[in-house]
């Protein structure tokens, strides 16, 4: 494997937000937009990603809430991306190759960390220090790599719109799987907490994370993508 300076490393991207936003459109259009532009890239998601983190991704979202605790949950997010990380994003950046991800830690931040539910809130401190050791690879020359990400778009947009526009994908989805049934069936309530969460873990870090309204047409929320992302070509 080729050792490739700080500089030749792959950007690691995420795409993060509530229901309904289209991030999941929006990172296959920027995919395609990569391509275009000749740039080696993998797109991949959270939970799962991995062979055995997508165990771990079905293990979570066709459980039952009263099954497993919030800490419980929080410990199989980890799990399955520690693995993830390891096995498929550091090695894709360490050989120059971009990473597109739908979800990452940012959303066990917000999910978990700030839960909308304050009872199932697992402790922010502990879970930054998990994540350090969970993003810490060890290469063969014993140097640490931390798979942190460049940046990461959270599609923002108003609750009511999102729901309304992720029950028709859903509807409209062959493949639906039972996450719909684990998270995407809460509250108003719940999604508008979610929002309220990635708003305010926004503004707290602001200098790798950017805000898209996601309310526009699909052409116009690419514009602020792309807007985005060309800051990292230059
Ligand atoms: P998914 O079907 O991938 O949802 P979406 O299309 O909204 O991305 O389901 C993933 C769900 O898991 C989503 O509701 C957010 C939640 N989640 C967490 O609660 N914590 C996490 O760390 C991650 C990665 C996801």
């Not at 990461?152 to 996450?179: C, H, P, Q």
């Not at 309204?213 to 699909?218: F, K």
Request: contains cysteine; hydrophobic residues 35%; glycine residues 6%.
């Amino acid at each position: 494997m080729p050792n490739l300076d700080a500089k030749s490393r792959g950007k690691f991207i995420t795409f993060e937000g509530g229901e309904g936003g289209g991030k999941s459109s929006q990172l296959k259009r920027l995919s395609a937009y990569l391509t275009e532009k000749g740039i080696d890239h993998i797109v991949t998601r959270e939970p799962g990603g991995s062979d055995f983190a997508e165990k771990i991704r079905d293990l979570i979202l066709s459980s039952d809430k009263d099954e497993i605790d919030p800490l419980t949950e929080y410990l199989l997010f980890s799990a399955a991306r520690r693995h993830h990380v390891k096995s498929i994003i550091e090695p894709a950046l360490f050989t120059g190759k971009w990473v597109l991800s739908d979800r990452f830690y940012d959303s066990s931040v917000v999910y978990q960390g700030l839960s909308p539910e304050p009872i199932n809130q697992v402790d922010l401190g502990y879970m930054a220090a998990t994540y350090d050791r969970v993003i810490s690879v060890k290469r063969e020359d014993g140097s640490i790599n931390k798979v942190a990400p460049d940046m990461t778009l959270i599609f923002d947009i108003d609750v009511r719109v999102g729901l309304t526009r992720a029950k028709k994908v859903t509807a409209e989805s062959t493949n639906n799987n039972s996450a719909s049934d684990h998270f995407e069936s809460k509250s108003v309530i719940f999604h508008q907490k979610v929002r309220d969460g990635f708003l305010e873990h926004y503004q707290n870090n602001k200098d790798r994370c950017r805000l898209i309204d996601a309310s526009l047409d699909l052409d116009a929320v690419f514009s602020q993508v792309q807007k985005n992302i060309e800051v990292i070509f230059s």
